[in-house]
């Protein structure tokens, strides 16, 4: 019998990663030394206290049931820790969890879209900002990132007819895979701008907490009024390595929240209990760790992107996140995808191809630092030995 799939299935080709994960393979069966910069999972460990409150939980046979709904001690912890760290007083209704931010961009799409809807993404951007709206059937219209504008959208000049029929808008900042901080005073521009359109702001907070050179990460619900048109994914998985948890909160405007919980409880039966009481650890918790993996993230960064430079490659310093972005040299051409193989196979590196990321993307190259410093000077030096790069 033929099996015949669902059309939306021909837009999803086999991931980037799941490539060079095989390529990588491949070099480390010929014994070749493999530097992989290429996937952003944090290499730190979570904190002890925030393991000791998992681990604790775990052994109570109460906490293996149905959870159903957060704890209250969760969303109070959240609430408290959008308060201290962001200057946002946030209500019981504008929190909820979901597992993990890129389940919650993923699902958001269903609850404020109709089939056929605008809507706003990035381009570059990561790619769930454009796959989850598509799942809800919405039409995207991507907005381009420039380096020559410093990677920040152009909202005065987004075609009036586009603003006029977009649903919701995504926005990233500092953004993966371009490793941009936003300017100073652009939530203060685009939230009156997205009032003004009638536009929904989905901001992915995912990096405020790792960002370099003395900027400050923000949240958009700073910025007076922004609950009347924003919603913020915010999560546990980069500041805190609780990535396999797959811990995640939206919070902001008290309707899109009950919406989507009243979606989600339609799919799900709430997080696991213990992950919950390690959440509310790590909110609760010392922030010391999280100062410190930012300082180490930028002694990476600096180690990459200043070593990169000084054997030619011509790599801007990330401002934020865990990764580092530039164009490929310029005798490759944009031909990304075939210059990561190529510095793989002559160096051991793995990066990511920047198409992945958007058309915008292409010609350039994306290296996650989830390696230590001095792996790091490694890799460099094997990009020079490699013979690519030159002066």
């Given at each position: 019998m033929e099996i015949m799939f669902a059309e939306r299935m021909k837009d999803f080709e086999e991931g980037i990663f799941q490539v060079l994960n095989e390529k990588k393979k491949e070099l480390e069966a010929q014994g070749k030394k493999v530097f992989n910069l290429s996937v952003g999972t944090p290499d730190f460990k979570p904190a002890q206290h925030i393991?000791?409150?998992?681990?604790?939980?775990a052994g109570k046979p109460e906490n293996y049931k149905y959870a159903l709904a957060d704890l209250p001690e969760l969303t109070e912890?959240?609430?408290?820790?959008?308060?201290?760290?962001?200057?946002v007083e946030l209500e019981t209704e504008e929190i909820m969890?979901?597992?993990?931010?890129q389940e919650g961009i993923t699902h958001?799409?269903?609850?404020?879209?109709?089939?056929?809807?605008?809507?706003?993404?990035?381009?570059?951007?990561?790619?769930?900002?454009?796959?989850?709206?598509?799942?809800?059937?919405?039409?995207?219209?991507?907005?381009?990132?420039?380096?020559?504008?410093?990677?920040?959208?152009d909202l005065d000049g987004m075609d009036p007819e586009i603003r006029k029929a977009a649903k919701f808008m995504v926005v990233s900042y500092p953004l993966n895979p371009v490793c941009k901080a936003a300017e100073e005073g652009f939530y203060e521009k685009l939230v009156p701008w997205a009032k003004e359109n009638g536009i929904v702001l989905v901001h992915d907070n995912a990096y405020s907490d790792i960002i370099y050179d003395g900027r400050t990460g923000k949240s958009i619900l700073s910025v007076p009024g922004a609950k009347e048109v924003c919603v913020e994914f915010y999560s546990l998985s980069k500041s805190f390595n609780y990535t396999g948890a797959r811990m995640g909160f939206l919070?902001?405007?008290?309707?899109?929240?009950?919406?989507?919980?009243?979606?989600?409880?339609?799919?799900?039966?709430?997080?696991?209990?213990?992950?919950?009481?390690?959440?509310?650890?790590?909110?609760?918790?010392?922030?010391?760790?999280?100062?410190?993996?930012?300082?180490?993230?930028?002694?990476?960064?600096d180690a990459l992107c200043g070593g990169l430079r000084r054997i030619g490659w011509e790599i801007p310093d990330s401002e934020g996140t865990m990764f580092a972005w530039g164009k490929i040299p310029e005798k490759f051409g944009d031909d990304d995808v075939a210059f990561v193989m190529e510095l793989m196979e002559k160096s051991g590196v793995l990066c990511t191809p920047g198409s992945s990321f958007g058309t915008l993307g292409k010609g350039c190259v994306r290296f996650a630092l989830t390696l230590p410093e001095e792996k790091i000077k490694e890799a460099v030096e094997a990009v020079e030995r490699s013979g690519m790069i030159g002066r």
């Open positions: 393991m000791d409150a998992v681990t604790e939980a912890a959240v609430a408290e820790r959008f308060r201290k760290r962001y200057g969890s979901v597992y993990g931010s958001i799409g269903f609850t404020l879209c109709n089939e056929g809807d605008v809507v706003l993404v990035p381009n570059p951007g990561y790619p769930i900002f454009s796959i989850g709206p598509a799942l809800a059937g919405a039409k995207l219209v991507t907005y381009d990132l420039l380096p020559e504008h410093g990677y920040m959208p919070v902001g405007n008290k309707e899109i929240v009950a919406s989507f919980k009243k979606l989600r409880s339609q799919i799900d039966y709430g997080t696991f209990l213990p992950v919950q009481y390690g959440a509310i650890a790590a909110l609760t918790g010392p922030d010391d760790m999280v100062r410190e993996q930012c300082r180490e993230y930028q002694r990476r960064r």
